[in-house]
């Protein structure tokens, strides 16, 4: 099943000419998960991907520059008689936020909506897979999000199979899904499980033990570097991180990728990268419109995809 992440928002705090506030979407199949909703999401989904129906919306914290693109997309979805439900799940504090901007901006809705409150330690079931909350590092209550696929049958011998006597045909769809045929066990046939995918996403956070935990093995890390090496004492005073951190977070968890964002205006793209660089050499700094394919372990590395129509979309623009 195909899975990726497009990162339709990349810079942090305030918006600039070439990067849009904190979005990041994660598709898996037909499913679409966003990932905090940054002032002009919905028009970036626009220039770029379309706004699709979204299924959730995850909230890492409630800073402004994290939602407060979402109250313009609620009341969007209604003006476009969405029929499907959605869900938004956040820290502590998220239905309250919400209902005190319902009579003022979105108002009643037409379609089933649910707020989710979660903390530490919660998960929320999907089909094939789950998105765990995790504490991190920031200023007030924070989470970060990963999402990890179930694991999936070993690889099914089928010449063993024909050698222990089981013909072709259902009866190898039978021996796969578990059943014993012929006296042939599944576990003489089958490999050991292959693990599913994991992808995580950190917020906004100082480095932390919990960022570190959460990410190990993972395909794909996105993690915030607001900051660089020379301001290393602002950042940990307002709860972020810098590329050098960031890199060494990614280095002990073992990721297969780390991609940088939520990136200041007092730094350059490039800046960003060669710090992390230096410490760690499996590292992407994504602009606006960029996507990372995450497939299946046995088919390769997670890879940064470039948005194809960059030179005519100026937010996509380098930075």
């Known amino acids: 099943m195909d899975l990726d992440v497009f990162f339709a928002g990349t810079g942090g705090s305030v918006p600039s000419a070439r990067r849009g506030l904190p979005a990041v979407l994660v598709r898996r199949g037909g499913e679409r998960l966003l990932f905090d909703c940054g002032e002009g999401t919905q028009r970036q989904l626009l220039r770029s991907v379309g706004l699709a129906d979204l299924d959730t919306v995850f909230l890492t914290h409630l800073h402004a520059d994290h939602w407060l693109g979402l109250p313009g997309m609620l009341k969007s979805f209604d003006l476009r008689d969405r029929q499907a439900p959605l869900d938004v799940v956040g820290p502590p504090g998220t239905e309250r936020l919400l209902e005190s901007l319902r009579g003022a901006v979105f108002g009643r809705l037409g379609y089933p909506f649910t707020v989710i409150e979660v903390v530490a330690g919660d998960a929320l079931e999907f089909d094939g897979y789950e998105v765990q909350a ?72 100082a480095p932390c033990d919990m960022v570190r935990a959460a990410a190990y093995g993972a395909d794909l890390l996105v993690h915030e570097a607001t900051f660089t090496e020379s301001e290393a004492a602002r950042a940990a005073e307002t709860g972020h991180s810098t590329a050098r951190q960031a890199a060494e977070i990614a280095r002990e968890a073992n990721v297969a990728l780390l991609a940088l964002t939520h990136l200041s205006t007092r730094h350059a793209a490039r800046e960003i990268r060669e710090e992390a660089e230096a410490i760690f050499d499996r590292v992407v700094v994504p602009r606006d419109f960029d996507r990372v394919d995450v497939p299946l372990r046995e088919k390769g590395p997670p890879a940064l995809v470039p948005w194809e129509r960059r030179a005519s979309v100026p937010p996509a623009a380098s930075a």
Do not use: C, K, W
């Open 134 to 205: 995790f504490s991190v590092r920031h200023r007030g209550a924070a989470l970060g999000y990963a999402i990890v696929e179930d694991e999936r049958p070993g690889r099914f011998d089928d010449a063993r199979a024909r050698a222990l006597g089981v013909p072709f045909g259902p009866e190898f769809g039978r021996l796969q899904a578990g059943e014993t045929v012929n006296g042939v066990t599944p576990e003489q046939v089958m490999g050991p499980p292959r693990p599913g995918r994991r992808i995580v996403l950190s917020g906004d956070t």
